[in-house]
């Protein structure tokens, strides 16, 4: 089993800037993908961002693509999503993923991922 916490979330204006974090506890965290996606009230819930267990060459959905930057500190075990820029949009609760056995073509679905956290409420007013 791996937990995972964020945090980060809050309410803030249009154009500003939001950091989340996820830190993962119980299996080593090297081993796993992780992901971030985003849920808004009544919509299905929307791939943000994965990146592979080393670190490299994060993907981004296209909604937030130049937007948000993720990365992820093995010696933490924590992954971060920097957000910029942020729209209104972009409100949603945001949830942390992990897999350790996520391929390409199914990371932007998130019934392919194991591990979910509890989520992290993220407001942008306008």
């Known amino acids: 089993q791996v937990q995972l916490v964020e945090s980060g979330g809050g309410l803030v204006q249009a154009g500003d800037s939001l950091t989340l974090s996820c830190t993962a506890s119980?299996?080593?965290?090297?081993?796993?993908?992780m992901a971030w996606f985003r849920q808004a009230p009544g919509k299905e819930r929307e791939f943000v961002a994965a990146?592979?267990?080393?670190?490299?060459?994060?993907y981004y959905g296209d909604s937030v693509k130049g937007r948000f930057t993720m990365s992820r500190d093995n010696a933490k075990n924590t992954v971060t999503l920097q957000m910029n820029t942020l729209k209104p949009e972009d409100t949603a609760v945001y949830y942390c993923?992990?897999?350790?056995?996520?391929?390409?073509?199914?990371?932007?679905?998130?019934?392919?991922?194991?591990?979910w956290g509890q989520g992290t409420q993220v407001t942008v007013s306008s």
């Open positions: 993923a992990a897999d350790s056995r996520i391929i390409l073509s199914s990371l932007r679905d998130s019934v392919h991922w194991d591990y």
């Open positions: 990146i592979r267990r080393s670190g490299t060459n994060p």
């Open positions: 119980g299996r080593t965290f090297s081993n796993y993908a």
